[in-house]
């Protein structure tokens, strides 16, 4: 039987800026509108952050979640939808005392970050185990926190996906497994290129893939100009993929992404040229055991 590759569609994310991409999705029917493209164009999966509409910045906010949610639903029932928990853990230090929270930092109770999942029960959401600099912010996902999420997220009848960004994080979500509080087999997603995070180079993927639990259905992903070298391989060591205006925002050097699927159909292409299948929607439920 031949081995299926599913690839995500990671849409919008909540660092790029319009700024950064000039076709980048802000508002729920843009994103929307560039999901079901997307998933069109052969993603299994639609990896989704809804913005505020009148800053562009990302946004907790339950009615986004909702209208996003519903927008493609009613065009696609089928497509894998993975909603993200990132929002709220980000904490800026201020200058004159770092205990204050400065302008821009969202770190919440983990009640707060899980809140749209529990309303919305999507497929899959992520559960981010990296505690890190991420420009000026410190990302922070104190263990408590994520036992707290971990628990209402299975309660909710939705299916972790472990983000990882360094070694060290993949040990916690190890030590998480023997506890039995997130439960196997793993859905791992290796996060590459990340400033102060792991480096984006096949020596690094293969380490962390080489630690990886037996059984783990995992996927990686390169930031930036290392999206699609990481995409290939990610695919040659065996894993799934991932690609989006998420995670970049040019379809070749120097040229801008027109929209997400043109991002998905290079890396459908690129798959197909080595050789891979792309799993459709129904596969992937069949591979990640999903409801």
Same mark, same amino acid.
């Given at each position: 039987?031949?081995?299926?590759?599913?690839?995500?569609?990671?849409?919008?994310?909540?660092? $790029?800026?319009?700024?950064?991409?000039?076709h980048?999705?802000?508002?729920?029917?843009?994103?929307? /509108?560039?999901?079901?493209?997307?998933?069109?164009?052969?993603?299994?999966?639609?990896?989704?952050?809804?913005?505020?509409?009148?800053?562009?910045?990302?946004?907790?906010?339950?009615?986004?979640?909702?209208?996003?949610?519903?927008?493609?639903?009613?065009?696609?029932?089928?497509?894998?939808?993975?909603?993200?928990?990132?929002?709220g853990?980000?904490?800026?230090?201020?200058?004159?005392?770092?205990?204050?929270?400065?302008?821009?930092?969202?770190?919440?109770?983990?009640?707060?970050?899980?809140?749209?999942?529990?309303?919305l029960r999507?497929?899959?959401?992520?559960?981010?185990?990296?505690?890190?600099?991420?420009?000026?912010?410190?990302?922070?996902?104190?263990?408590?926190?994520?036992?707290?999420?971990?628990?209402?997220?299975?309660?909710?009848?939705?299916?972790?996906?472990?983000?990882?960004? /360094?070694?060290?994080?993949?040990? $916690?979500?190890? /030590?998480?497994?023997?506890?039995?509080?997130?439960?196997?087999?793993?859905?791992?997603?290796?996060?590459?290129?990340?400033r102060?995070?792991?480096?984006?180079?096949?020596e690094?993927?293969?380490y962390?893939v080489?630690?990886?639990? /037996?059984?783990?259905?995992?996927?990686a992903?390169?930031?930036?100009r290392?999206?699609?070298?990481?995409?290939?391989?990610?695919?040659?060591?065996?894993?799934?993929?991932?690609?989006?205006?998420?995670?970049?925002?040019?379809?070749?050097?120097?040229?801008?992404?027109?929209?997400?699927?043109?991002?998905?159909?290079?890396?459908?292409?690129?798959?197909?040229?080595?050789g891979?299948?792309?799993?459709?929607?129904?596969?992937?439920?069949?591979?990640?055991?999903?409801?």
């Amino acid at each position: 039987m031949v081995k299926k590759t599913i690839l995500t569609a990671a849409i919008t994310g909540n660092l $790029m800026s319009p700024e950064n991409s000039p076709h980048l999705p802000v508002t729920p029917k843009q994103i929307a /509108d560039q999901a079901l493209d997307a998933a069109k164009a052969g993603a299994a999966i639609l990896h989704l952050h809804v913005r505020d509409p009148e800053t562009a910045k990302g946004s907790m906010r339950l009615d986004l979640y909702r209208e996003l949610v519903e927008r493609i639903r009613e065009q696609n029932e089928a497509v894998v939808l993975n909603l993200t928990t990132g929002e709220g853990g980000r904490f800026i230090p201020s200058d004159t005392d770092p205990q204050i929270a400065a302008p821009g930092s969202t770190l919440c109770v983990p009640e707060k970050r899980v809140a749209h999942v529990e309303e919305l029960r999507p497929n899959i959401c992520t559960l981010d185990f990296n505690t890190m600099w991420s420009g000026q912010a410190s990302v922070i996902n104190a263990p408590r926190n994520l036992e707290i999420m971990a628990e209402r997220i299975y309660a909710a009848g939705v299916k972790p996906e472990i983000e990882i960004f /360094d070694s060290g994080d993949l040990h $916690m979500a190890k /030590d998480f497994m023997a506890r039995g509080i997130i439960k196997t087999p793993l859905m791992v997603q290796i996060v590459l290129g990340v400033r102060f995070g792991a480096v984006a180079n096949p020596e690094t993927m293969a380490y962390l893939v080489s630690q990886l639990p /037996d059984g783990t259905q995992w996927a990686a992903f390169g930031i930036g100009r290392m999206a699609f070298p990481m995409l290939a391989q990610a695919f040659l060591l065996g894993g799934h993929c991932r690609i989006g205006m998420e995670d970049t925002a040019y379809i070749d050097k120097g040229e801008y992404c027109r929209s997400n699927a043109q991002l998905v159909e290079k890396g459908v292409s690129i798959i197909h040229s080595l050789g891979g299948t792309i799993a459709t929607s129904g596969e992937a439920r069949a591979i990640l055991g999903l409801r």
